[in-house]
Nanobody, 125 residues
Framework: QVQLVESGGGLVQAGGSLRLSCSAFGRIFSRYFMGWFRQGPGKEREFVAVISWNGGSLSYGDSVKCRFTISRDIGESTVYLQMNNLKPEDTAVYYC??????????????????WGQGTQVTVSS
């Protein structure tokens, strides 16, 4: 059984930082693309970042480029999202996702087979 568990969310002031973690349980992590998405209040789910199975390929959404960094620790079966210079508009539930392939640069949610339950990030102004 495959399970993705996010952690690290919370309340932070604008300009602050948080690091999200996603732990993968099950025999999927080492060969799967791992992505982060977010969904703010009243908004559609938005692509944040994706990383290839070996960490050699990264992609970011336009709204988080140069502020967020995705990384993965294969040995620990964990993917991270370091979020710096947070803004109130970054407030959302952040979801981790895993899939064997990606399309549209990782933006296509249908290519991800597994999803975590989400972790809330709130940025106050």
């Amino acid at each position: 059984q495959v399970q993705l568990v996010e952690s690290g969310g919370g309340l932070v002031q604008a300009g602050g930082s948080l690091r999200l973690s996603c732990s993968a349980f099950g025999r999927i992590f080492s060969r799967y693309f791992m992505g982060w998405f977010r969904q703010g209040p009243g908004k559609e789910r938005e692509f944040v970042a994706v990383i290839s199975w070996n960490g050699g390929s990264l992609s970011y959404g336009d709204s988080v480029k140069c502020r967020f960094t995705i990384s993965r620790d294969i040995g620990e079966s964990t993917v991270y999202l370091q979020m710096n210079n947070l803004k109130p508009e970054d407030t959302a539930v952040y979801y981790c996702a895993a899939g064997p392939t990606i399309s549209a640069g990782g933006h296509d949610t249908t290519t991800y087979h597994y999803w975590g339950q989400g972790t809330q990030v709130t940025v106050s102004s």
